[in-house]
């Protein structure tokens, strides 16, 4: 091909495709990938020679060679992104090129290769009904394929590869940013809310992107960094963002402009939402193409949202558990000589429930929200006693088998009182688990306990696990009827009452943690 030839079909080439200028970005390095298709060595030879020099977006091409339907089929289908293909008609049989048209559209379901048909013997294989019969982009004789006319088939065909590719990206893209931003609400910590936002960046990009999430309190002060990938994996380390950083400069310049910078290598999408603003810093290896900044522009206006709806999350989260320690708090503040015990309760619940998971065991009942919550629900078991006479509460001796009766009551009480504030939340809540505790914690593995009798997995799992350790810490600490026991007769009694009491695989889960942490099971150190 002659440098006059190429210059006379500039006209299809965009006005941006001039050498960059000095400084500015080196142009995409990726390649077109174009497949040729014939059993003739000479063709195939002809056509690199024709197309050596020839480049599109300041991107060459990278030519593949098959010389039959089947091996272009096992290059088509093992190699990704190809762009076009020059397709001869008559191979291994008449029909080859067409079977593998066929093929590529509806055995590897891609439709936005383009197939140009090229064929020296025309009436083999008649054009109006090639194109009616099969999804084909173009029909060339061989002898009307000049060099010129390859040249404007090619650029054609690339510059239509590319919208299509385009708009399937744009598609895959939405689809990622409604899965993406309904997946983000979901997530409690702020760090793995930012971890998520930067994975579905990277997925919306295509590109494997390195990125860096930065935080800034108010419309002032240092940028803190929650989250970061890749080669900025170092920066999640530090507190702050160093201003050092060659990312630095872009950054504050969305921070100071208020708007998203795309400044290859370093883009920044800008992001305000009411309670913090939000930069998030990408450097794929070639400029992000407008169709991907307007993706990325969408998701940012998604990201926004979802960090408003996470604070609001955690404000009602806040003042829900805030709620569910006042109650408890009141319950303990007539018993004060329960001491810390609903905190312990708390902490060995929690770190029971997650060995419990650990062990493989009650799958279907250890639910993340049971994980979640039983700690905090567990504080409210003894709520219920807010109706219990002091004389008995506070009494410091043995109950009389009435006062006992009135005593046990605390455990219907307290779950009437929760399910009724648990009815006005949808879901598992804590209350709901509270509810479960409250009532039900008292009851025995054999069905010998209170207040109904029930008996093995009847029990809800999480007041079988309360059941356990609420005994457990009763009995190693001092109560106003009784002095501590020493921690050898505290597991020997958990131990005998396993299977009869006591859920048997809560009581292994218990002497594990314990094992694992010995703290839990030593006295409480007294004053001298």
């Not at 930067?198 to 990125?211: F, K, R, T, Y």
């Not at 193409?289 to 009602?316: H, P, S, T």
């Amino acid at each position: 091909m002659t440098d006059s030839t190429i210059t006379d079909d500039n006209w299809l080439l965009d006005e941006d495709d001039e050498p960059p200028a000095a400084g500015l970005p080196a142009p995409d390095q990726r390649l077109w990938r174009v497949l040729i298709v014939d059993d003739d060595v000479d063709v195939h030879a002809v056509t690199r020679l024709a197309l050596r020099n020839v480049s599109f977006k300041g991107r060459e091409l990278e030519l593949f060679s098959a010389y039959s339907g089947r091996e272009a089929f096992d290059i088509l289908r093992d190699t990704p992104d190809i762009a076009l293909v020059l397709l001869d008609v008559v191979m291994e049989t008449d029909d080859a090129g067409l079977l593998l048209a066929r093929r590529i559209r509806e055995e590897l379901h891609n439709a936005i290769v383009r197939v140009v048909l090229r064929t020296g013997q025309p009436g083999q294989a008649p054009e109006q009904r090639v194109i009616i019969e099969y999804d084909i982009n173009d029909y060339k004789a061989k002898t009307e394929l000049t060099t010129q006319k390859l040249f404007t088939t090619v650029i054609s065909a690339l510059r239509a590869y590319e919208s299509l590719n385009m708009l399937e990206r744009s598609r895959i893209g939405l689809g990622k940013i409604l899965a993406g931003a309904t997946n983000l609400y979901q997530i409690h910590s702020l760090r793995e809310f930012a971890s998520g936002v930067l994975n579905q960046v990277s997925a919306i990009l295509d590109v494997g992107a390195d990125g860096v999430l930065c935080l800034m309190q108010g419309d002032t002060g240092p940028a803190t960094v929650v989250a970061a990938t890749g080669s900025y994996a170092a920066l999640a380390d530090n507190e702050r963002m160093p201003t050092t950083h060659p990312l630095w400069p872009a950054i504050a310049k969305a921070f100071s402009e208020k708007k998203s910078q795309f400044e290859h290598p370093a883009n920044v999408l800008f992001i305000h939402t009411q309670e913090r603003e939000v930069a998030i810093s990408v450097t794929p290896p070639w400029p992000l193409a407008q169709i991907q900044r307007d993706l990325l522009e969408v998701f940012c206006q998604r990201i926004a949202a979802a960090f408003d709806n996470l604070y609001m999350f955690g404000q009602l989260r806040k003042a829900q558990e805030a709620t569910v320690v006042a109650l408890a708090d009141l319950a303990e503040f007539r018993d004060s000589g329960t001491g810390g015990h609903v905190r312990r309760v708390q902490a060995l619940s929690s770190a029971i429930a997650a060995r419990m998971k650990e062990r493989g065991v009650y799958e279907d009942e250890l639910t993340p929200q049971l994980l979640d919550m039983i700690g905090l629900a567990s504080i409210l078991h003894d709520v219920g006693k807010v109706a219990t006479p002091d004389y008995i509460l506070l009494k410091p001796g043995i109950h009389t088998p009435d006062e006992r009766t009135q005593m046990q009551t605390h455990a219907q009480v307290g779950r009437t009182i929760l399910e009724r504030a648990a009815s006005m939340v949808d879901g598992p809540s804590y209350l709901h688990f509270g509810a479960e505790i409250a009532g039900c914690h008292h009851e025995h593995f054999d069905g010998q306990g209170y207040p109904n009798g029930l008996k093995g997995l009847a029990i809800p799992l999480s007041a079988r696990i309360v059941a356990v350790v609420d005994v457990f810490d009763s009995l190693l600490h001092e109560r106003p009827y009784k002095e501590p026991w020493p921690y050898p007769e505290v597991m020997t009694y958990i131990k005998d009452r396993s299977g009869a009491q006591f859920d048997p695989e809560v009581v292994l889960a218990l002497l594990d943690v314990i094992e694992r942490d010995p703290e839990l099971g030593q006295q409480p150190k007294t004053a001298t």
